[in-house]
């Protein structure tokens, strides 16, 4: 099954999670905050009354509380108690069947009341589980002035608390959100009186002939059936029926091992191929039948001893990235069509790998890494803070024993991951190295036993590196600490420290729209240091040794250099297993107010609501397969220079040739040369004409033929200190009115290195479309080169728009 994007295989959402299973997307009310007690979110109350106090407001799942203001640049993002509200339809076809809700993740604390009993809790966000609702439904179902107030619908609350807490996970010291509510998919579920609750399909490879699939079962059996029959039907990617075997059972609960099942000449799952086998298993009993899907990826897999990543007997090196549960408008609370869109983006860039940071994610992003072909690091929320006491050490080894028994059947995964920078204290006045390697040992143990068939690992913890399978160091070279030509010496360094390396977290921040002529200025106060480590207070922009992370121009060229170095670098070290930079998109962050785009991490090679930056096409051009071709500064509408002066243009492609055109004119055919640095020497200095100017490119792969095309104004006017603000429309589409903002000198020339911070402010009956946390989606942000976007849904109506430059007069634009 040869992999194409557009195309992918999901069977059923990898395993199916009920015989009838319906999600509770509508008819959900919210109120952010907490109530007296669960009575008042049933009492009886007609709209339009007073009493009908406090107000709830309508919303769809998946919800996030925190949609807007964990990047409201002006307030704390919400932590507290918050509730969600819904009239449900129960009616389970099967007779003694049980009726659950089935939570794909909530955060970060959650209480489940049928009307007003409680029916279960959980702790922790990321995990999944299900409450039984049954027989709290049925006692309802009895009460006949209940039944006609409410319609013959059943009363769901479900109350969410993510306050701050230092006895859970994860700790709010962490480079992330803590997000609050039920910002996954949350699902009504009917189940015979006996079912398959879990299955564990462990596919193995000898050679490249021979497979097997050892099958066990978790077998949930609440009405205490006596007897039942199991089959067992294996397909193979194309579909065709490959095995089939049954067995009886007597009185059963629990787990329950079937044994194993032989599989000639397997077709191996890898990132070319992601080939699925299916294995369907059928509990027929009394009480009905129930059917369960699973995805089954034949596969081996081997990190060598301080020697490169091998899959299926064959070196592959691992192109990677990062991902966090964050978008745009949304926070968490991401849809599957989303989700889709981003990690189909991904592949596209040439990722075969990816750390899923730093907390189980949704199951359908593990179903989308099988289907893509994308090798999967998973790990717990352990994350900074130090090592709490005896109910925080529970919650870990519970949330690691779920992320493995839920994710186990994904044949994307390979690595369990343990924790995150545990070197890092604050949240205890104690912080004791041996008590958190006591305790990784145990994480490690329970991980091994749970699982043997994958690896451990951790980042950034070197005392307890021994620990753990493969460790990944702190590697920043060229952001955090040092210059990135240091970038190998120091990786070789680290690798040659322990028996199995993976390099995860590399890259650094920019500020899309921002763009430099010089973007390694920074680097003449850096010192090479030859280490290239976060180290304490690296992260903020006050203090400290000078590093591009403080002193640099946030820019994207120089982003771009950077990882091209780094790329380029990766190409000639064949002993690395791989790397993944960090990030894959623009996150949103507590911790860090003061960034151009506030209280986000800009590490992403897109943005946060998926706009490409142009390092996205740095990336793209050693690692994509189709072929592509990219002139950087597609979001650069001004350059400068003195007239006559040459100025460097880039071509990112993956092509063996390049022809570059300036304004109708060729400068030129060049080969690529992925060591000629920058740009794989597909790099023109060309002579800019003043005004106006366009640029494509013209390049070939074999038979193939790819071009890009940009055009872009070049000012040779030096601009003095800014002295006024320009706001104006440039677009209105749909409804939606793009505006402007640019930043001039006292003889009206655009102060085309303009960092200054703008606010953008609106009155009237139009919507600042803001607290998006993109560079074009922030009322409060910096300029990129001179200029700052901000969109208005106008709403039909009149409005009058306002920007403030620091200490510059306000300006006004009627709308």
């Not at 409060?780 to 001179?786: A, K, M």
């Amino acid at each position: 099954m040869k992999f194409r994007l557009g195309i992918i295989v999901c069977f059923l959402c990898a395993q199916v999670f009920g015989q009838q299973s319906v999600r509770l997307n509508s008819g959900w009310l919210f109120l952010k905050e907490d109530l007296g007690g669960i009575w008042e979110a049933v009492r009886p109350v007609k709209e339009g009354n007073p009493e009908a106090l406090p107000l709830w407001t309508k919303v769809s799942l998946p919800h996030c509380a925190n949609e807007r203001d964990a990047v409201d640049p002006d307030v704390n993002y919400y932590q507290g108690p918050m509730w969600y509200k819904t009239e449900l339809r129960v009616q389970n076809p099967y007779a003694k069947g049980r009726t659950l809700l089935h939570f794909e993740g909530a955060g970060q604390k959650t209480e489940v009341y049928v009307y007003t009993t409680k029916v279960g809790a959980h702790v922790g966000g990321y995990d999944e589980w299900t409450v039984d609702i049954t027989d709290a439904v049925n006692a309802f179902k009895k009460q006949d002035s209940l039944v006609k107030q409410f319609k013959g619908k059943v009363p769901i609350s479900i109350r969410c608390d993510n306050s701050r807490d230092l006895e859970m996970m994860p700790s709010d010291l962490s480079d992330f959100n803590v997000y609050g509510g039920l910002y996954r998919y949350v699902n009504l579920v009917y189940e015979p009186a006996a079912y398959v609750d879990k299955v564990f399909a462990l596919p193995t490879v000898t050679g490249i002939k021979n497979g097997n699939l050892n099958v066990k079962l978790n077998i949930a059996n609440p009405g205490q059936l006596k007897k039942g029959t199991i089959q067992l039907r294996l397909f193979d990617p194309q579909g065709k029926a490959l095995q089939k075997t049954e067995k009886e059972l007597g009185a059963f609960d629990g787990t329950l091992t079937i044994g194993d099942l032989p599989v000639k000449n397997p077709q191996l799952w890898g990132p070319e191929t992601p080939s699925l086998y299916k294995l369907e298993v059928t509990l027929t009993t009394s009480a009905g039948t129930h059917t369960t899907l699973t995805p089954v990826g034949f596969r081996s897999f081997e990190f060598q001893k301080h020697g490169p990543f091998l899959l299926n007997g064959k070196r592959l090196l691992l192109r990677g990235t990062h991902r966090h549960e964050d978008h745009a408008g949304v926070a968490a609370a991401m849809t599957e069509d989303l989700m889709r869109q981003e990690m189909i983006e991904m592949k596209e860039m040439g990722v075969n790998f990816i750390r899923l940071g730093h907390y189980q994610q949704s199951r359908i992003i593990l179903n989308l890494c099988d289907s893509l072909g994308i090798l999967v690091w998973e790990e717990i929320p352990w994350c900074r803070g130090g090592l709490g006491g005896a109910v925080y050490q529970a919650q870990g080894k519970r949330m690691l024993m779920n992320m493995i028994q839920q994710h186990y059947n994904h044949p994307a995964v390979i690595i369990w991951g343990l924790g995150n920078e545990n070197d890092w204290p604050g949240d205890f006045p104690e912080f004791d190295k041996e008590k958190i390697r006591t305790y990784m040992k145990e994480l490690n143990a329970l991980a091994h036993s749970l699982d043997a068939s994958r690896k451990t690992a951790i980042r950034r913890c070197d005392f307890c590196k021994d620990i753990v399978d493969v460790y990944s160091p702190s590697i920043w070279a060229g952001w955090y600490r040092g210059i990135y030509t240091e970038y190998k010496e120091v990786t070789k360094k680290e690798f040659d420290a322990v028996d199995h390396f993976l390099h995860v977290e590399w890259g650094g921040d920019s500020h899309a729209g921002r763009h430099s002529e010089n973007p390694d200025k920074a680097l003449q106060n850096i010192k090479a240091t030859g280490a290239a480590d976060e180290r304490s207070g690296d992260a903020s922009l006050y203090g400290g040794a000078a590093r591009a992370s403080k002193d640099g121009d946030w820019s994207e060229t120089y982003i771009c250099n950077l990882m091209d170095w780094h790329l380029k670098e990766q190409e000639t070290m064949p002993w690395l297993t791989g790397t993944a930079q960090w990030v894959f998109k623009d996150f949103s962050t507590p911790i860090r107010p003061d960034n151009p785009v506030p209280y986000m991490n800009q590490k992403g090679v897109v943005e946060r609501d998926l706009t490409k930056k142009e390092a996205y096409y740095v990336f793209q051009s050693y690692w994509a397969q189709k072929p592509m071709a990219h002139i950087y500064g597609h979001s650069w509408p001004v350059r400068w220079g003195k007239e006559g002066e040459e100025k460097m243009i880039k071509v990112y492609s993956n092509c063996d040739e390049a022809e570059l055109f300036i304004n109708g004119k060729s400068a030129g055919a060049k080969k690529r040369n992925s060591q000629d640095f920058p740009a794989a020497g597909l790099r023109w200095n060309v002579v800019l004409q003043k005004g106006a100017n366009t640029a494509y490119v013209i390049a070939r792969k074999g038979r193939l033929v790819v071009k890009d095309t940009i055009s872009f104004a070049y000012q040779t006017q030096q601009w003095g200190r800014p002295a006024k603000v320009k706001l104006e429309k440039v677009k209105e589409e749909s409804g939606i009115i793009t505006l402007e903002a640019k930043l001039y000198d006292a003889q009206d020339i655009q102060c085309l290195d303009a960092a200054n911070w703008i606010r953008f402010g609106l009155t009237g009956e139009g919507t600042l479309l803001d607290d998006l946390g993109t560079s074009s989606g922030s009322r409060l942000v910096q300029l990129y080169n001179g200029r700052a976007i901000i969109r208005i849904k106008a709403n039909g109506g009149r409005s009058v728009a306002s920007a403030k430059v620091e200490e510059l007069p306000v300006v006004f634009l009627n709308l």
